[in-house]
C-alpha cells in the first residue's frame, strides 16, 4: 500500500483544477421609417456560455492515496478496488440565450399640438437553454495519455465489495455522472397608448399577455397556479 502520512506542504499543488470558459455575444437592432410618424422596430440578441472543468486528485496526492489503500482487498491485497493512478472529476455546461423583439410605434400631433397621439404594440420571443454534464468520475486516470481503468461505479456505490474492502466508508466519493437539461421559452404581446390634450390632460392605457412552457400545454394549469400564486401574496 501507499504512504499513509499527510504532509499538507507536500501536498499542495497535487490537486489542480482547470477551467476553460467561453462566452459568445452577439445583438442586432434595426429601425424602419414607413410613413409620418410611424417606425418598425426590430433587435435581439443571442448569448452562449461554455464551461469545461476538470478536478484532478493526483496519484501522489493524500486523498488519492488513502482511497488506494482503503479499496484493497482483504481476500486478495493483490487487489484494489479504486486502481493506481490519478482520480478525475470533469463538469462540461453548455448555456444558450436568445431574444427577438418586434415593436410599431405610432407618434402623432393634430392641431397645433392640442392633441397628441402615442401608441406602441410589441412581441417578443425568449428561449433559454441550459445543457449541464458531470461526468463519470475516472480513477486510475493517466494525464499524460488521457486514459484511465474502468470502475464499475454501480456496484461501488452500492457497497457491493464493502465486505472485501479494507476501509469500506473511506472518504473516497466516486459518481456515475449526472445530466441536467432545462429549456425554459417565453411569448409576450403588449400594447400601449396615449393621448394629451392641450397639455392639460392625459389618457392612457396598456395591456401585456406572457405565456411560458413552464406549466405544459393545459392553459388551465397555469390559470389555476397563478391564481393560487395571487391568493399567498394576498
Given at each position: 500500500m501507499k504512504s499513509w502520512d499527510y504532509v499538507p506542504l507536500e501536498d499542495m499543488g497535487k490537486m489542480p483544477s482547470y477551467s476553460n470558459v467561453y462566452n459568445f455575444r452577439m445583438s442586432g437592432f434595426l429601425r424602419a421609417y414607413i410613413v409620418e410618424g410611424l417606425t418598425a422596430e426590430l433587435g435581439g440578441n443571442w448569448v452562449k456560455g461554455t464551461a469545461n472543468v476538470k478536478n484532478i486528485q493526483?496519484?501522489?496526492?493524500?486523498?488519492?492515496?488513502?482511497?488506494?489503500?482503503?479499496?484493497?482487498?482483504?481476500?486478495?491485497?493483490?487487489?484494489?478496488?479504486?486502481?493506481?493512478?490519478?482520480?478525475?472529476?470533469?463538469?462540461?455546461?453548455?448555456?444558450?440565450t436568445w431574444t427577438l423583439?418586434?415593436?410599431?410605434?405610432?407618434?402623432?400631433?393634430?392641431?397645433?399640438?392640442?392633441?397628441?397621439?402615442?401608441?406602441l404594440v410589441g412581441n417578443e420571443i425568449r428561449k433559454i437553454t441550459s445543457d449541464n454534464n458531470r461526468l463519470a468520475t475516472r480513477a486510475g486516470y493517466n494525464e499524460n495519455a488521457g486514459s484511465?481503468?474502468?470502475?464499475?461505479?454501480?456496484?461501488?456505490?452500492?457497497?457491493?465489495?464493502?465486505?472485501?474492502?479494507?476501509?469500506?466508508?473511506g472518504?473516497?466519493?466516486?459518481?456515475?455522472?449526472s445530466l441536467t437539461y432545462g429549456d425554459n421559452r417565453f411569448v409576450s404581446w403588449y400594447a400601449n397608448g396615449s393621448y394629451e390634450y392641450d397639455n392639460r390632460f392625459i389618457l392612457s392605457g396598456s395591456i401585456r399577455l406572457d405565456l411560458t412552457n413552464f406549466f405544459g400545454t393545459d392553459k388551465s394549469i397555469a390559470t389555476n397556479r397563478c391564481g393560487h400564486l395571487e391568493e399567498l401574496i394576498n
Open positions: 493526483r496519484a501522489d496526492s493524500y486523498n488519492a492515496r488513502i482511497a488506494y489503500n482503503d479499496g484493497t482487498s482483504k481476500s486478495n491485497p493483490a487487489n484494489h478496488y479504486i486502481p493506481d493512478g490519478s482520480i478525475l472529476d470533469e463538469f462540461k455546461n453548455i448555456n444558450e423583439r418586434t415593436q410599431l410605434n405610432y407618434s402623432k400631433n393634430f392641431s397645433d399640438n392640442k392633441h397628441l397621439l402615442h401608441a484511465f481503468i474502468p470502475v464499475n461505479i454501480n456496484d461501488f456505490t452500492a457497497g457491493i465489495y464493502n465486505a472485501d474492502m479494507l476501509f469500506p466508508n472518504s473516497v466519493s466516486l459518481t456515475d455522472g
